[in-house]
């Protein structure tokens, strides 16, 4: 917002543009737009956020977040983005050593570098400590306004946020499941045994509880009615469900089948968490592709179950 600002009281035209995956949604920056009267464009980028996320060329962060090459996809995105609408140039609202990973100045240069713009990219907030871009020096943009804000610390763009009247403005940090220990657990699961996944599998990370029976099978478990709902939702015809015939519970998938042996360990989790008692049996039902079957099964043992969470 600041950034857009900076360029807008130097009379240049901007228009916002956010991506989107299922790891980050774009709320924040449809937020920030509506707020500053900023036309947005928002852009899935999914297929090559996937294909770059299995091998980032500069690696993961503390979990699977691989922030630097997000970066110059992001920007390589905006890069073509700003061809197809003959902008003039590209601006971001980072600033030089906020983020210790994608925000230190090597990152910044290289990132810019790898996208393919680096002469037409111009962080507004940190301008003067970086190098001189094409616009500044064809004119169009004045690097005398353009700002050195570095480090972590927010107190100038608190007080910028004053003067431009700005009051709504969301807190820097979250926002990316890359970013989550547990969502990446089941990611790095997930990218070791599913070579062919679908955004429904990534969506599916999202709820419930996981636990990886056998290499060929995962299950997820959900933990209250909502995710009962959505664990059904994201069903396909060749899953499995699973939930006890006659007792409240937990609804289970186990997405893509499974063998007997597997549904029968599956069912007994069920029989688990709906609260079977250790030494009695229960009747569970599994459905697949329309058809339901029964099974009578005792309970899982919970400290087998802990020891398959992901
Ligand atoms: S936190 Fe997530 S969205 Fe942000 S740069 Fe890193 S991977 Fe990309």
Redesign the pocket.
């Known amino acids: 917002m600041l950034a857009v600002k900076i360029m807008q009281e130097q009379g240049v035209e901007v228009e916002g543009v956010a991506f989107v995956t299922p790891?980050?949604s774009a709320r924040r920056a449809v937020e920030a737009s509506r707020a500053i009267g900023l036309p947005l464009t928002v852009v899935d980028i999914t297929e090559e956020h996937l294909a770059m996320l299995r091998a980032p060329r500069y690696g993961y962060?503390r979990n699977m977040?691989?922030?630097i090459d997000?970066?110059i996809l992001?920007l390589r995105k905006a890069g073509e983005i700003m061809g197809e609408r003959a902008a003039n140039f590209i601006l971001t609202g980072e600033v030089l050593g906020q983020r210790p990973m994608?925000q230190g100045k090597q990152s910044l240069h290289v990132v810019a570098k790898r996208s393919g713009y680096q002469p037409y990219i111009i962080r507004p907030l940190s301008a003067r400590f970086l190098l001189e871009t094409t616009p500044e020096k064809e004119g169009m943009v004045d690097r005398s306004r353009l700002l050195d804000i570095q480090g972590r610390g927010r107190k100038r763009q608190m007080e910028l946020a004053e003067r431009f009247r700005i009051t709504v403005y969301s807190n820097p940090a979250g926002?990316?499941l890359?970013?989550d220990p547990i969502f990446s657990k089941r990611l790095k699961d997930l990218f070791a045994h599913d070579s062919n996944m679908a955004v429904r599998d990534l969506e599916l990370l999202k709820v419930g509880r996981h636990m990886r029976l056998d290499e060929e099978t995962k299950i997820i478990v959900g933990r209250k009615q909502r995710e009962n709902e959505i664990i059904r939702e994201l069903s396909e015809d060749r899953d499995i469900l699973i939930r006890m015939k006659d007792l409240p519970g937990p609804t289970i998938l186990v997405p893509y089948g499974c063998g007997d042996e597997s549904l029968r360990r599956a069912a007994g989790i069920c029989a688990l968490y709906s609260h079977v008692p250790p030494d009695s049996k229960a009747v569970a039902e599994w459905s697949t592709g329309g058809t339901a079957a029964y099974v009578e099964v005792s309970p899982a043992e919970d400290k087998d179950v802990q020891g398959m969470m992901l």
């Open positions: 790891f980050f962060g977040n691989p922030c997000c970066h992001m994608s926002g990316c890359l970013t």
